[in-house]
T-cell receptor
Framework: GQQLNQSPQSMFIQEGEDVSMNCTSS?????WLWYKQDPGEGPVLLIA?????ELTSNGRLTAQFGITRKDSFLNISASIPSDVGIYFC?????????????FGTGTRLQVTL | DSGVTQTPKHLITATGQRVTLRCSPR?????VYWYQQSLDQGLQFLIQ???????AKGNILERFSAQQFPDLHSELNLSSLELGDSALYFC??????????FGSGTRLTVV
């Protein structure tokens, strides 16, 4: 099945550092979403982006919807231990009530003290 | 608690068997989505139901089927199970096309 290209695949950073990850696609999406998944749990929505060029913040998280509608990035500032987890981008295509999310390959984040 | 309830949490079954996974969406959400997450394939969209009707289909095998009932809960049926079907199966629901809420998943192990 299709997956979006997400990089980096994994990151080991120190507490307090900033993190940046991005996602690219060969297809255009209506909406870009960023999720975090903890072990044994389902993905939890962090940020949603609805318009090309949109820049949105949620606390220490900032994400942007690329102008071409084929890419997005997520930045986490001043990382803390609870930021550990797997981060997924997802592109959404919707037509009326039909909707489909295509996920990225994930970025595994490890934070050391 | 996300509000999306999936049962069972764990399931172990033998090859060739059939299982049913159940999902109760958040109150008021009309759409239910099913996703499969395996180590080598990531999160893959299987199927969407909206108010009882199939709306979108992904890479769902013919051995798999789903339905959404009048009370909006959904079931995913997996039959003739193979070792490769072992994965986490997630259900998500949404009240609008924007933003999904995922359940905690059902971990299926086929032995």
């Amino acid at each position: 099945g299709q997956q979006l290209n997400q990089s980096p695949q994994s990151m080991f950073i120190q507490e307090g550092e900033d993190v940046s990850m991005n996602c690219t696609s060969s297809s255009i999406f209506n909406t870009w979403l960023w999720y975090k998944q903890d072990p044994g749990e389902g993905p939890v929505l962090l940020i949603a982006l609805y318009k090309a060029g949109e820049l949105t913040s949620n606390g220490r998280l900032t994400a942007q919807f690329g102008i071409t509608r084929k890419d997005s990035f997520l930045n986490i500032s001043a990382s803390i231990p609870s930021d550990v987890g797997i981060y997924f981008c997802a592109g959404q295509l919707r037509t009326g009530t039909a909707s489909k999310l295509t996920f990225g390959t994930g970025t595994r984040l490890q934070v050391t003290l | 608690d996300s509000g999306v309830t999936q049962t069972p949490k764990h399931l172990i079954t033998a090859t060739g068997q059939r299982v049913t996974l159940r999902c109760s969406p958040r109150s008021g959400d009309l759409s239910v989505y099913w996703y499969q997450q395996s180590l080598d394939q990531g999160l893959q969209f299987l199927i969407q139901y909206y108010n009882g009707e199939e709306r979108a289909k992904g890479n769902i095998l013919e051995r798999f089927s789903a339905q959404q009932f009048p009370d909006l809960h959904s079931e995913l049926n997996l039959s003739s199970l193979e070792l490769g079907d072992s994965a986490l199966y997630f259900c998500a629901s949404s009240g609008t096309p924007l933003g999904y809420t995922f359940g905690s998943g059902t971990r299926l192990t086929v032995v």
